[in-house]
């Protein structure tokens, strides 16, 4: 039984209950009670019959719109901890009876892909509880990517929320920062994060209601006995490993490669390996606020040139443009120096600064599809004006924006 289901059950029980209750203290006959218990029974009813229209009953039933949609608006108008207890499906149970909500792997990647079709939320307050003793034999739903971060990950526990907010921190860190944001978590400068030193940063970075987190030792004991997967993967469950500036570019590398992975495989259907152009320009699109008439015609430009059984976007070709969406105010800041003229930039142009700021070089066909769908006029040349609502806004449904590290120099920030 899913969760959805399991609650639905319990709400229909709870409504029937309430109108057992109402007839047995009231055998007078008053209307007021009978009309609040058909009432409350005709609620729970309707929620329940109608639960198909919006909610995910079980594993491998399909998404509905509705459900995508609530998810979305979730993700991208919600602060991070509204979005973490929305999307987590788990509470740990410790053995004084306290309750700790925490997150499985493919929670995590459901919580920052905007139409996650594998992994939808649950919803705030609908929990599996677990117990100590439970969580040794607890099947996880498992990623299929190879050699999975995640699933190594949900080897060690569960993903905690100071975890999450460090995750999401990573993946939307631009890779030449990436030093940067080591430095952060390398307190005393001695070239290596360890447990307690992670513990306080993860702890004092992570968005909480009313403001930032606080830091005592009742925080730093508490946060290293957790049962935290992400703890125990990086420091072991004694907490005696360190983290070293390698292994924590490594980190980020792995978690990007298993988000863009999975995100490519929601277009690879055939798992063939590469995606149609008009896919590709879908995926770019995607929860963007250009409206549906002028995304039609866009779209309509690109199958134009290439129809569905083009040349394609392969993986590493989507992997590159990926990372040049992640790195958000990189590509924006590279464009507009470019652009002080405000006449727009040339092919070339492009692929020289998203070369830049995704550290790989960005193949002909892909920027040129990129091209042919921002260029309305058809000059050869993209402006800022048209580039801003896709590419500069695409980290905004995923959070991204939330979450990255942020530079200042003066009035310059980055």
């Given at each position: 039984?899913?969760?959805?289901?399991?609650?639905?059950?319990?709400?229909?029980?709870?409504?029937?209950?309430?109108?057992?209750?109402?007839?047995?203290?009231?055998?007078?006959?008053?209307?007021?009670?009978?009309?609040g218990?058909v009432?409350?029974?005709?609620?729970?009813?309707?929620?329940?019959?109608?639960?198909?229209?919006?909610?995910?009953?079980?594993?491998?039933?399909?998404?509905?719109?509705?459900?995508?949609?609530?998810?979305?608006?979730?993700?991208?108008?919600?602060?991070?901890?509204?979005?973490f207890?929305?999307?987590a499906?788990?509470?740990?149970?410790?053995k004084?009876?306290?309750?700790?909500?925490?997150?499985?792997?493919?929670?995590?990647?459901?919580?920052?892909?905007?139409?996650?079709?594998i992994?939808?939320?649950?919803?705030?307050?609908?929990?599996?509880?677990?117990?100590?003793?439970?969580l040794?034999?607890?099947?996880?739903?498992?990623?299929?990517?190879?050699?999975?971060?995640?699933?190594?990950?949900?080897k060690?526990?569960?993903?905690s929320?100071?975890?999450?907010?460090?995750?999401?921190s990573?993946?939307?860190?631009?890779?030449?920062?990436v030093?940067?944001?080591?430095?952060?978590?390398?307190?005393?400068?001695?070239?290596?994060?360890?447990?307690?030193?992670f513990?306080?940063?993860?702890?004092?970075?992570?968005?909480?209601?009313?403001?930032?987190?606080?830091?005592t030792?009742?925080?730093?004991?508490?946060?290293?006995?957790s049962?935290?997967?992400?703890?125990?993967?990086?420091?072991?469950?004694?907490?005696s490993?360190?983290?070293?500036?390698?292994?924590?570019?490594m980190?980020?590398?792995?978690?990007?490669?298993?988000?863009?992975?999975?995100e490519?495989?929601?277009?690879?259907?055939?798992?063939?390996?590469?995606?149609?152009?008009?896919?590709?320009?879908?995926f770019?699109?995607?929860?963007?606020?250009?409206?549906?008439?002028?995304?039609?015609?866009?779209?309509?430009?690109?199958?134009?040139?290439?129809?569905?059984?083009?040349?394609?976007i392969?993986?590493?070709?989507?992997?590159?443009?990926f990372?040049?969406?992640?790195?958000?105010?990189?590509?924006?800041?590279?464009l507009?120096?470019?652009?002080?003229?405000?006449?727009?930039?040339?092919?070339?142009?492009?692929?020289?600064?998203?070369?830049?700021?995704?550290?790989?070089?960005?193949?002909?066909?892909?920027?040129?599809v990129v091209?042919?769908?921002?260029?309305?006029?058809?000059?050869?040349?993209?402006?800022?004006?048209?580039?801003?609502?896709?590419?500069?806004d695409?980290?905004?449904?995923?959070?991204?924006?939330?979450?990255?590290?942020?530079?200042?120099?003066?009035?310059?920030?980055?």
């Amino acid at each position: 039984m899913s969760r959805w289901q399991a609650v639905f059950k319990h709400g229909r029980a709870l409504s029937t209950r309430s109108t057992n209750k109402r007839a047995e203290q009231d055998n007078s006959g008053s209307m007021g009670a009978v009309v609040g218990g058909v009432s409350a029974a005709a609620l729970g009813y309707k929620l329940y019959s109608e639960k198909d229209k919006y909610l995910v009953q079980a594993k491998g039933a399909e998404v509905t719109y509705e459900q995508k949609s609530f998810d979305n608006r979730m993700r991208q108008y919600n602060t991070p901890d509204m979005v973490f207890n929305y999307f987590a499906s788990l509470q740990m149970v410790d053995k004084t009876g306290i309750k700790t909500t925490m997150m499985s792997p493919l929670d995590f990647f459901g919580a920052i892909t905007p139409d996650c079709s594998i992994h939808p939320g649950a919803g705030s307050g609908v929990y599996e509880e677990i117990s100590l003793e439970k969580l040794k034999t607890l099947r996880l739903d498992k990623s299929p990517v190879e050699g999975s971060i995640l699933n190594e990950i949900g080897k060690n526990g569960l993903i905690s929320y100071a975890d999450y907010c460090f995750l999401l921190s990573l993946l939307s860190t631009p890779i030449r920062f990436v030093d940067t944001a080591f430095n952060l978590f390398d307190l005393t400068g001695d070239e290596k994060i360890n447990a307690k030193e992670f513990a306080y940063v993860s702890t004092k970075m992570s968005h909480k209601l009313g403001g930032f987190g606080t830091y005592t030792d009742v925080d730093q004991s508490a946060i290293l006995a957790s049962n935290s997967g992400l703890l125990n993967y990086l420091f072991g469950k004694d907490r005696s490993k360190c983290l070293s500036r390698e292994g924590f570019r490594m980190l980020q590398k792995d978690l990007l490669d298993e988000i863009i992975q999975l995100e490519f495989n929601e277009y690879d259907k055939e798992k063939s390996g590469s995606i149609s152009e008009g896919d590709f320009c879908q995926f770019l699109l995607n929860k963007t606020k250009i409206p549906p008439g002028q995304k039609a015609k866009m779209l309509k430009r690109v199958d134009t040139i290439w129809p569905k059984k083009a040349r394609g976007i392969s993986f590493p070709s989507f992997k590159n443009f990926f990372l040049v969406l992640a790195s958000g105010t990189e590509l924006q800041r590279g464009l507009f120096f470019l652009d002080v003229e405000n006449i727009g930039v040339d092919l070339e142009e492009f692929r020289k600064v998203a070369s830049w700021v995704s550290h790989n070089e960005l193949s002909h066909h892909t920027a040129e599809v990129v091209f042919v769908l921002l260029d309305d006029a058809g000059e050869g040349r993209i402006h800022k004006e048209s580039v801003g609502l896709v590419l500069f806004d695409w980290r905004q449904p995923r959070g991204f924006d939330k979450s990255s590290i942020h530079v200042q120099l003066g009035q310059l920030k980055i």
